[in-house]
């Protein structure tokens, strides 16, 4: 076996995405695992260079899992010829400029969602590395979760006859900050630092929609700011800026409809923090993060409405919980081994900064419906 080493400038790291997904899960357990095996008697080797603005705080977790290289001078790390891979999990609304810059330099390159804060930006994003023939990818995460993962084989399997429709329910409440810390960051909340659920879970939709039952051709959606002040880190009060709750319709091609809510100020009364149920004419499924459950045609009860007697049947028993049938990596490492399979290898990929634009044109559209009050069509897009 030949080891290669791909060093990889990873931004954002000391956040919540970064350090926990991206930096442990991923690359680190990659490196815990011996590397990435890309199967033509090479291992890969990923090196990674820990970027932010606090050197202390960098230091810090360099130290805590044995790593050698930080930096807080990014365009110094790009100018360096041996680093192969810029990754970006910073806040969204530092990304745009990151990215602009790591393409400029001709690193490939790997990022969170949103790519950037509008349409127009996250298409030019995908036109520089068109332009500069670097290899692209955007984290999906949400499609290499299991309970997906098992939607996706009932759907490939033909399970559900003709798909009717789709509905999500995503949300839990976040603590507002005062008496309990909030469990999420303080900019999610503020507009004007690119906050908002609409921008961060829209994306997310959009992909998981187009890549399971089809693209995204209409959206109608209300988003609104239920919890209009909050508490930040240093326990002082704010004004939430951004809406906090969205509530969507989306058709899709096909003919699926799709109704997806997402909220950060509800109360969780499900087995998991998302859920998708999928009704067809031969069967239904729900899936979350990890589990799935399905109800054929064939056991389907026949519930007849009537107030007046109290419900004689558990419905959530009559459901069939979907066995695993394999083992399931974590969904973030399960991407990146085929992002850098993609630069190192030439492997298959197509989560890219297009696909990453679909998901900030969805965001914008949805915004733009619930200010409008008005379903709007979402055209397709194309470099
Ligand atoms: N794929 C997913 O499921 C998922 C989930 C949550 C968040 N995200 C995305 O990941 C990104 C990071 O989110 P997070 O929840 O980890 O946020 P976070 O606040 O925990 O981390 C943000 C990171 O950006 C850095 N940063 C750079 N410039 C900054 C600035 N001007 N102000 C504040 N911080 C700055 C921070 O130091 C930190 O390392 C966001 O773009 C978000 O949309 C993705």
């Known amino acids: 076996m030949t080891r290669k080493t791909v060093r990889i400038a990873m931004n954002g790291v000391t956040g919540r995405m970064g350090y926990r997904q991206h930096l442990v899960r ?4 990659l490196r815990e695992a011996g590397g990435l095996d890309l199967g033509d008697g090479t291992v890969l080797w990923p090196e990674p260079i820990l970027i932010g603005r606090r050197a202390h705080a960098l230091a ?3 130290e805590r899992h044995g790593l050698e290289h930080v930096s807080t001078d990014l365009d110094a790390v790009l100018a360096d010829p041996t680093v192969d891979i810029y990754f970006d999990s910073q806040v969204t609304s530092a990304r745009e400029a990151a990215l602009t810059k ?3 330099a001709g690193k490939h390159v790997y990022t ?9 930006g996250a298409l030019e994003l995908a036109r520089l590395a068109r332009e500069k023939g670097i290899k692209h990818g955007v984290v999906q995460d949400k499609i290499f979760l299991p309970g997906l993962l098992k939607l996706k084989r009932l759907i490939d399997g033909g399970f559900f006859g003709r798909i009717l429709s789709v509905r999500g329910e995503f949300g839990y409440w976040v603590f507002e900050g005062d008496w309990q810390p909030a469990q999420r960051p303080s900019w999610n909340y503020r507009a004007a630092d690119g906050g908002g659920i609409v921008v961060d879970m829209f994306p997310h939709w959009e992909y998981v929609l187009h890549e399971l039952f089809g693209r995204v051709t209409s959206v109608q959606a209300l988003a609104t700011t239920h919890i ?3 508490w930040d880190e240093q326990g002082k009060p704010y004004d939430a800026t951004a809406d906090d709750a969205a509530y969507g319709v989306f058709e899709l091609a096909g003919g ?3 109704q997806i809510n997402s ?13 998708f149920q999928v009704d067809g004419t031969e069967g239904s499924a729900v899936a979350g993060l990890r589990g799935c459950r399905v109800q054929h045609r064939s056991a389907t009860p026949k519930p007849v409405w009537n107030p007046d007697v109290p419900a004689t049947e558990v419905f959530r028993d009559q459901w069939q919980e979907v066995p695993d049938n394999t083992g399931f990596d974590n969904g973030f490492k399960a991407q990146w081994e085929l992002f850098l399979k993609h630069v190192c290898a030439d492997g298959p990929y197509h989560w890219d900064l297009l696909a990453g634009a679909r998901g900030v044109q969805l965001a914008e559209l949805g915004l733009r419906s619930s200010v409008e009050g008005r379903r709007i069509d979402v055209p397709e897009i194309s470099l």
Do not use: C, F, H, Y
């Open 228 to 230: 209009p002040q909050r």
């Open 263 to 275: 909220s950060w100020a509800v109360r969780v009364n499900r087995d998991e923090l998302v859920e």
């Open 256 to 258: 699926i409809v799709a």
């Open 112 to 120: 969170e969602k949103p790519t950037a804060t509008g349409l127009a």
């Open 102 to 104: 790591a393409i400029a």
């Open 26 to 29: 991923s690359i680190l357990a």
């Open 60 to 62: 810090e977790i360099a």
